[in-house]
């Protein structure tokens, strides 16, 4: 029917574009995700319908075969199902016949047997409709299910070629609604809607043409009703469609409030933050309520309307099918059967209605993802380096170079807008193996030269260079695997202490892994524990502490084993005698390493080889501990006033 592994899944690669364009949510809180809106204003409708289902459609298109199936039975179903009142009517006419015949005296009455005959023929084409209506239903949630799995994986792709700037501007409430709520939706929706147009499509041609065999005058009847029924659809689609899409949009809100307010409830409580918490919580649950609200009012008046339209016409036809029996045109089995096609004809145009607010709901949940889908990725260009080493990449690709691990930043300019430069003139040559410490106060630009180096962010003017190389000339893969990294947040997933250390590379052996925890002072508690190495860490990785969890981090870096290393503030949320353990373990993992040390408690840099001292996006001093202290500069001034006392 439909197979996952060739439903045209793009390969998993870095492909990437620099830089957003139009941006799916607002800015960042400051030290704080951002709120769950994307760029949709409030009671904007679907910016382009057409475009969103004519998308939709080319992800059905590899599930043509399954289709055409889908289509073949439901004609099947729905011709088998029509004729159904034809049929019925000779028995009605039958029954008819012979109460006329007992009440004028013949003796032949009412044959059973030939109304027993045309039962058992009915029955036969009501089962074989039902049998086809299931195949089609089978098929298409088999067709729906794949098409919302390729989707989800198209998300989680993208996720992976985004750049972090993307993350500034969205929470992650708003991407997992994505993920899960516009998703399923597609998923239950897609099956029921494209099933129902096929069924009533094929209804109304085949009643129709049954209705002109049995009366054309009473037909003509009938379609006077369908221009007020059309009418009366489409003004309901026109003014339901903003509200569906409003649905979905605050929806989003709502999940993603939730979501920050959840990961975060422990500072939220903290600061009081419940009244707050729970007032922003009405007003985007107050807007759903709303925006739902009318959504489904203004759909559901549609069946009181169609029902309204459907009763005039069959007190018309009613009476124009009495008049016809009297005169002979028809018979009352014929007035039967057209009764139930009317009901039939008028049927189908209720489930268009439906199908209309469901396709609403479709296009404004594939609209957002596609929306989603969209974002511009991290670009991955090739530009020569600035410096010509003269270096043969036909013969040895970047790639494959041997790294040794020296870095050189030259007149490197960058800012996260063009208007606001974070990095002014940045230039510092590192030699392999040294350590090198980046001091400074908040916003100096220390994390950012990191971000920089591993091109989470592109240089606006200036070069990187890496063993001589323009760190452009790398795949972002390749120049990301020689980095390791310790941050200040203990990034841990659900899942065994081994498989978290082994996140580092993942082919290791349970001995590599263990040498790896030795050397980051980590094996001696993780043995205290229950279960070991195969202790299971929850969600928050709670279980443990804070300084545990930065020397299982610190183990996962080990074992990645890389050639250059960053730790960025690493030990500055855990206890002194933490400390000297994971000064102890930093030590090791530093070894024969160039290491970026990012750190604020400047007595913990004394002996980095190199101290490159940054305020306001420049390096204003830089050397040795001995030799910046002897200046009696701004490093002295940081570092002095540390120490109570002492004076720079």
């Not at 960025?568 to 373990?585: F, G, L, W």
Request: hydrophobic share 40%; with cysteine; glycine share 8%.
């Amino acid at each position: 029917m439909s197979d996952r592994k060739h439903s045209n899944i793009p390969d998993k690669q870095d492909t990437g574009r620099q830089a957003v364009g139009k941006p799916m949510g607002r800015p960042m809180r400051p030290g704080g995700r951002g709120g769950g809106h994307h760029a949709m204003m409030a009671g904007e409708k679907a910016k382009d319908f057409k475009a969103s289902i004519k998308r939709l459609l080319t992800y059905l298109s590899p599930y043509k075969l399954a289709i055409t199936a889908v289509l073949l039975f439901a004609i099947l179903s729905t011709v088998f199902t029509i004729v159904g009142p034809r049929i019925l009517a000779k028995a009605i006419d039958e029954l008819y016949s012979g109460l006329v015949r007992i009440i004028s005296g013949k003796p032949e009455g009412i044959r059973f047997d030939y109304i027993g005959r045309v039962l058992l023929i009915l029955l036969g084409l009501y089962g074989i409709s039902a049998a086809f209506s299931y195949l089609q239903g089978f098929i298409m949630a088999d067709v729906s299910t794949t098409v919302s799995y390729r989707l989800r994986n198209a998300i989680g792709q993208k996720i992976n070629k985004l750049p972090l700037s993307f993350f500034d501007k969205v929470s992650q409430g708003e991407i997992l609604s994505r993920v899960t709520n516009d998703v399923d939706l597609l998923n239950n929706s897609l099956s029921q809607s494209i099933t129902q147009i096929i069924s009533s499509a094929t209804t109304m041609l085949g009643v129709l043409i049954m209705m002109l065999s049995l009366s054309w005058k009473m037909t003509l009847v009938a379609l006077g009703m369908l221009p007020l029924s059309l009418l009366l659809v489409l003004s309901v689609v026109k003014r339901s469609q903003k509200y569906f899409r409003k649905q979905q949009e605050y929806l989003g809100h709502v999940n993603g409030h939730i979501e920050e307010m959840y990961g975060g409830h422990v500072v939220m409580k903290v600061f009081n933050g419940e009244e707050k918490s729970v007032k922003e919580f009405e007003k985007y649950n107050s807007q759903l309520y709303d925006s739902a609200w009318k959504s489904q009012f203004i759909s559901s008046l549609m069946m009181p309307m169609m029902r309204f339209v459907g009763n005039l016409g069959y007190v018309v036809i009613c009476i124009l099918g009495a008049y016809l029996t009297t005169i002979g045109a028809m018979t009352v089995g014929g007035i039967q059967a057209f009764i139930q096609y009317v009901r039939s004809f008028t049927q189908p145009i209720n489930d268009i209605a439906n199908i209309s607010n469901i396709l609403q709901q479709i296009a404004a949940a594939a609209e957002r993802i596609f929306e989603f889908l969209d974002e511009e990725e991290e670009k991955e260009d090739n530009i020569k380096a600035y410096i010509n080493t003269g270096f043969d990449k036909e013969n040895e690709p970047l790639s494959k170079v041997d790294i040794r691990g020296n870095v050189d930043f030259i007149n490197v300019h960058f800012g996260y807008s063009p208007d606001k430069i974070v990095i002014n003139d940045f230039s510092a040559s590192i030699k392999e193996g040294q350590k090198v410490a980046i001091v400074g106060p908040t916003g100096a630009g220390k994390t950012t030269i990191v971000k920089l180096l591993m091109r989470f962010y592109e240089v606006n003017d200036g070069a990187i260079l890496l063993d001589g190389h323009d760190i452009r000339d790398f795949s972002r893969n390749d120049l990301r695997s020689v980095f390791g990294m310790v941050l200040q947040d203990t990034w841990l997933y659900n899942g065994t202490i081994m498989d978290n250390i082994r996140y580092g590379r993942l082919d290791a052996t349970d001995e590599e892994v263990i040498k790896a925890t030795k050397a980051a002072q980590v094996d001696h508690f993780v043995r205290t524990l229950p279960d070991s190495y195969n202790m299971v860490l929850n969600e928050e990785a709670s279980n443990v502490s804070q300084g545990q969890k930065q020397l299982l981090t610190i183990a996962r870096a080990i074992l990645a084993d890389p050639k250059i290393l960053i730790l960025d503030e690493a030990t500055s949320s855990v206890d002194t005698r933490t400390e000297v353990y994971i000064q102890k373990a930093m030590y090791n993992l530093m070894k024969g390493r160039t290491s970026f040390v990012i750190a604020h408690r400047l007595s913990t840099i004394k002996d980095s080889d190199l101290i490159l001292c940054m305020n306001e996006g420049d390096i204003v001093e830089q050397g040795t501990h001995e030799e910046l202290l002897k200046m009696n500069g701004f490093y002295a001034s940081m570092y002095y006033s540390q120490f109570e006392g002492k004076t720079a």
